[in-house]
């Protein structure tokens, strides 16, 4: 099976981890997780401030994502007109490694991981998000997201045009909860 359509793995509590073959160099794959222009064509617009302690802004508009006409679901509705939060950088090493704090003001503060492995011209991202924990509607909604935001890197670094957010995710949530159940 191809990497790039394989399924996240849920590999301990609260943790759910995706590994993706990409299109390089990995400074490349970088400044689309760093540069808010970029990070804006394939998760979300947004600063990421280039330090331990830096702040990381999402702003998150999934119709933007792509040209498809794609309504959103109407259980997603509160995210009609977007939404945005921020985290704080917890590891900065480019162009290899970075993490952040995610949900900040929520409480709940879980944080993501990015990895990145030069392979001859191709990148291995590793993607790791923990500290979910243990609702399995978050883990569908947060496994489905990334996965369909990942699905929309790949595409974006290969220069075509990505399908719909709303019609691969809600394809995504149905997928991760057979995988739950």
């Given at each position: ?60 508009r ?63 991202l ?26 929309i ?29």
């Open positions: 099976m191809d990497i790039n359509s394989q399924h996240g793995t849920f590999s301990g509590p609260g943790t759910i981890r995706f590994e993706r073959l990409l299109p390089g160099p990995a400074e490349r794959v970088w400044d689309y997780l760093t540069k808010s222009e970029m990070k804006a064509k394939w998760l979300s617009a947004g600063d990421v401030e280039p330090r331990i302690g830096g702040k990381v802004e999402f702003r998150f999934h119709s933007d994502l792509s040209e498809a006409d794609d309504p959103i679901p109407e259980k997603h509705k509160q995210m009609q007109d977007g939404t945005y939060f921020e985290g704080r950088v917890t590891a900065w090493d480019p162009p290899r490694l970075l993490r952040y704090t995610w949900g900040e003001e929520t409480g709940e503060v879980s944080e993501v991981t990015y990895e990145l492995i030069p392979k001859g011209e191709k990148v291995l590793i993607l790791t998000h923990v500290r979910l924990g243990d609702d399995p509607a978050i883990l569908i909604s947060v496994a489905s997201g990334w996965h369909t935001h990942l699905g890197l790949i595409d974006r670094l290969k220069g075509d045009e990505p399908r719909g957010f709303w019609r691969v995710h809600s394809r995504m949530e149905k997928e991760y909860g057979e995988l739950l159940n």
